[in-house]
């Protein structure tokens, strides 16, 4: 039986200089799709490429004093290379200067012509070179390019227009009664700013400059470049050639993956031209959103770019791309930010998935002689973290059908923070001194080592490099039960491998925090402060012990975190400053030692009934809270 077919494409990136974040968050998204895809069983086609014909290109290279072919060639150079880098795993890569697509797109063109869709006539109009867009006078914002906000230029020259107008009413329907453009507020943007206003006749062709590709039958005249680069997702699949093979196996494309900004081209210019050539449209178009800096949107003229081979080789490829697909909603804008990229690699990485991997491992190590031992004894907590485990592939499945990759990876998430939970309830260290309890502890054990299993294979679209790693740590040398139809079932890790503790997989970073001086006066005092207290006054400190029954960020906060204790006999709300070495998911669960007659005190406006009490060597930046070797009842009074 066939496999089901999946083709998805990201832009063909315009090489006018090298590629920065923005760029790679749409084609780690494109990636992460299709390395879902092909997991979950799918025959995948995923396409990415460079657009490299146009005025601007020309100028460019002009101005470089070098050959519009010289100068893309060293600039697609660096993209193929950072696409590597970033481990994307695209089938097939279009330039638009390659010959395959050159006689595909002239095809194409007479094609149209001879249909009586292109004819010829004289242009006037403003025209915007850095988006290659011919703009109406009334579609100009205070006489300024609508889209980049910079000068265009009044164009007079004979060109071949295409009947766009013709296809109106039909793109109108199509798209009202469809989910072709995704999320609906591009849709709602290119029906009431676009479409319903009227559509005019679209201009092919230029005469002012030659670096395109030649219209064949009327020398002097080269394809507008939107026309050349929107039939890059079939001239790539052999469109109008000899094999056309790839066309009727993959077309039409399951997603087109682009920036907003481009989502009119790709929403009426591109199905208007495929309705003229009698081929079936996409399925979907979906529009994603900026990566914006403090100062606004990425931009080259800007300044205010983001080098991606940077930031991979400072953190790691892996956890640039978990950034990506985590930190904002793929549709919406998102800001990027080093702290906000540490903040994730320290909680969620370092603390979350790196310390339960390590944590697992050194108890195999310590109470097993380093083998993954043979479950038996079952107990409290095994089947509420068995059936959470199971259920998030599927949970899973339906978010990243819907490209929601924030929503797929917060729901792996919560089965890291459940499993690392899971250690605090079950606490294998008080199992280990009761040899009558040696069955039970190694049940406790493999739970933790399968759902480990079951981690690795979610994360794996995502992070392609983490998982063989972690199958490393746990002596999984084949990938044993690392299907996607295997983290559907629990119990799929085979027994008595031989563990192999490695190096921390995501190491904690430190970041560079100012310190404040002391003044003189200061210094002096402190040299003759009392150094000891009596035993009446730390008799006046009520340490009490609580458990955490909730946990939250505080928003607007880098620092704190809201917590619910239960102790015993009351709740408390508590306002501490571990945000930065805790997530939420790290704390809940947890008993912790409250220091409870405090006065309350607000932080950012929130009550606060006592403190947390945490330690830190000295020197080190690094925070530990204080818990408790065995459990005891909440509320118990610290002596």
């Not at 002009?62 to 290379?81: C, N, R």
């Not at 092919?204 to 064949?216: A, K």
């Not at 119990?491 to 970041?511: D, H, N």
Request: aromatic share 10%; charged share 30%.
């Amino acid at each position: 039986m066939d496999k089901k077919t999946f083709y998805i494409t990201t832009p063909i990136y315009y090489p006018s200089d090298k590629l920065h974040i923005g760029h790679a968050y749409c084609t780690v998204a494109a990636d992460t799709m299709a390395r879902f895809k092909r997991i979950t069983g799918y025959d995948v086609m995923f396409l990415t490429g460079t657009d490299e014909h146009g005025q601007k290109i020309q100028r460019v290279a002009e101005a470089s004093g070098a050959s519009p072919q010289q100068y893309v060639d060293k600039i697609v150079d660096g993209i193929v290379k950072l696409w590597e880098l970033l481990d994307i795993s695209n089938d097939d890569f279009i330039r638009t200067t390659e010959p395959r697509h050159v006689e595909a797109v002239q095809k194409i063109f007479k094609k149209l012509y001879d249909k009586g869709d292109i004819y010829k006539g004289n242009y006037e109009g403003w025209y915007c070179t850095p988006c290659e867009a011919f703009w109406t006078e009334h579609q100009l914002a205070d006489g300024k390019c609508p889209d980049c906000g910079r000068e265009v230029e009044l164009t007079r020259e004979e060109a071949y227009f295409f009947r766009l107008s013709a296809y109106q009413d039909r793109l109108i329907k199509f798209i009202e009664e469809s989910d072709f453009i995704q999320p609906e507020s591009r849709k709602n943007e290119m029906l009431n700013n676009f479409l319903k206003p009227g559509l005019e006749d679209l201009c092919v062709s230029r005469t002012s400059f030659d670096w395109g590709v030649p219209v064949d039958f009327d020398e002097g005249h080269v394809v507008y470049v939107w026309v050349d680069a929107l039939s890059n997702y079939i001239t790539a699949l052999g469109y109008l050639s000899e094999d056309t093979s790839k066309y009727e196996k993959y077309w039409p494309a399951d997603v087109h993956l682009v920036g907003k900004e481009i989502v009119r081209f790709h929403t009426i210019i591109w199905p208007a031209m495929l309705m003229a050539l009698g081929e079936p449209l996409p399925k979907k178009v979906f529009g994603h959103g900026w990566l914006i800096l403090e100062g606004g949107k990425m931009s080259k003229s800007k300044g205010n770019v983001v080098d991606p081979v940077v930031l991979a080789d400072r953190y790691g490829v892996d956890a640039i791309r978990y950034f990506l697909m985590r930190e904002m909603p793929f549709g919406a804008d998102g800001v990027f930010s080093n702290e906000a990229l540490i903040g994730r690699i320290n909680a969620d990485l370092a603390n979350d998935l790196g310390n339960l991997v390590s944590r697992t491992v050194a108890m195999v190590d310590k109470y097993f002689s380093g083998i993954i031992p043979k479950p038996s004894t079952e107990g409290e907590h095994d089947a509420e973290l068995k059936e959470l485990a199971v259920s998030t592939p599927r949970v899973v499945e339906e978010y990243m059908d819907k490209l929601q990759f924030s929503s797929a990876l917060t729901e792996i998430w919560k089965l890291i923070g459940s499993t690392n939970k899971y250690i605090d309830l079950t606490m294998p260290w008080v199992l280990a001194r009761d040899e009558s309890k040696k069955d039970r502890l190694a049940t406790v054990i493999y739970n933790l080592a399968d759902c480990i299993r079951i981690i690795s294979v979610l994360i794996s679209p995502f992070m392609p490099n983490t998982p063989a790693l972690i199958w490393t740590q746990l002596g999984m040398d084949h990938g044993q039960g690392t299907g996607w139809e295997d983290i559907k079932e629990f119990g799929k890790l085979p027994t008595g491998m031989k563990v192999r503790k490695g190096e921390i997989i995501f190491p904690r970073i430190e970041q560079d925090r100012p310190q404040r001086q002391n003044t003189k006066e200061e210094e002096g005092e402190a040299k003759v402060e009392e150094k000891f207290i009596s035993i009446d006054d730390f008799a006046k400190v009520d340490l009490r012990v609580a458990t955490v029954l909730e946990c939250e960020k505080v928003e607007k906060s880098k620092k704190l975190l809201k917590l619910k204790l239960d102790l015993g006999e009351e709740t408390r709300q508590v306002v501490s400053g571990i945000s930065e070495f805790y997530s939420p998911e790290d704390l809940v669960g947890k008993q912790v030692v409250i220091v409870a007659n405090l006065k309350p005190a607000k932080l950012m406006g929130i009550e606060s009934q006592g403190m947390i009490l945490a330690a830190s060597t000295p020197g080190d930046e690094e925070l530990t809270v204080v818990t408790l070797l065995e459990r005891i009842a909440n509320g118990s009074k610290i002596t």
